[in-house]
């Protein structure tokens, strides 16, 4: 199986801080890739599919880039809604796997 | 609006079975693939597996933890998506999603989860 590797597993930012997290693959994937937000009690939300593609009525401020090993997932301007989880996920083959995840917590 | 409602989770013994439904609405559910994904305590998310839509013979795909206990059905003209679950271990206490899947392979909507305890 693929492994996805996210650093950092948590992070504290700030209400307008940029903010990246990284997603490393085990072996070569192409683009694809998806990212996923998770809050508490909630289902996890798809953000970003094909490492740069925005799932329709996400918020521009989040994007994601990155092709064959090496991706991220970019806050530009960190909003109070965007505290949660954030999970990365390749599809490239069976079995599909998931990144360990990156808290982001307020500073 | 797209919704995916599972039922069915519950404590069960280990070895036991237990079989899991999701009710999607608000899309086409013959088009899409379908799959399930779970969450143990304290744990990260994990694929369970997947069952394609009608034009590709609904073959499935499984996690090589569930192979061969967990087998994912559907039946399009009651809309609805099970999962059966059997030879239930301790490990497989997790919150199981019905999600729906884009034919390349991510997950477009989730469930919110039903959650499986396995333990005497």
């Known amino acids: 199986d693929i492994q996805m590797t996210q650093s950092p597993s948590t992070l504290s930012a700030s209400v307008g801080d940029r903010v990246t997290i990284t997603c490393r693959a085990s072996?070569?994937?192409?683009?694809?890739l998806a990212w996923y937000q998770r809050k508490p009690g909630k289902a996890p939300k798809l953000l970003i599919y094909?490492?740069?593609s925005l799932e329709s009525g996400v918020p521009s401020r989040f994007s994601g880039s990155g092709s064959g090993t090496e991706f991220t997932l970019t806050i530009s301007s960190l909003q109070p809604d965007d505290f949660a989880t954030y999970y990365c996920?390749?599809?490239?083959?069976?079995?599909?796997?998931f990144g360990g995840g990156t808290k982001v917590e307020i500073k | 609006e797209v919704q995916l409602v599972e039922s069915g989770g519950g404590l069960v013994q280990p070895g036991g079975s237990l079989r899991l439904s999701c009710a999607p609405s608000?899309?086409?559910?013959?088009?899409?693939?379908m799959d399930w994904v779970r969450q143990a305590p304290g744990k990260g998310l994990e694929w369970v597996g997947r069952?394609?839509?009608?034009?590709?013979?609904?073959?499935?795909e499984y996690a090589a933890s569930v192979k061969g206990r967990f087998t994912i059905s559907r039946d399009d003209s009651k809309n609805s998506l099970y999962l059966q679950m059997n030879s239930l271990k301790t490990e497989d206490t997790a919150v199981y999603y019905c999600?729906?899947?884009?034919?390349?392979?991510?997950?477009?909507?989730w469930g919110q989860g039903t959650l499986v305890t396995v333990s005497s």
């Open positions: 996920q390749q599809y490239e083959s069976y079995a599909l796997t």
């Open positions: 072996q070569s994937i192409s683009s694809w």
């Open positions: 999600v729906r899947a884009d034919s390349s392979g991510y997950f477009d909507y």
């Open positions: 069952t394609r839509n009608r034009a590709n013979s609904y073959t499935t």
């Open positions: 094909k490492a740069s």
């Open positions: 608000g899309f086409t559910f013959s088009d899409h693939y």
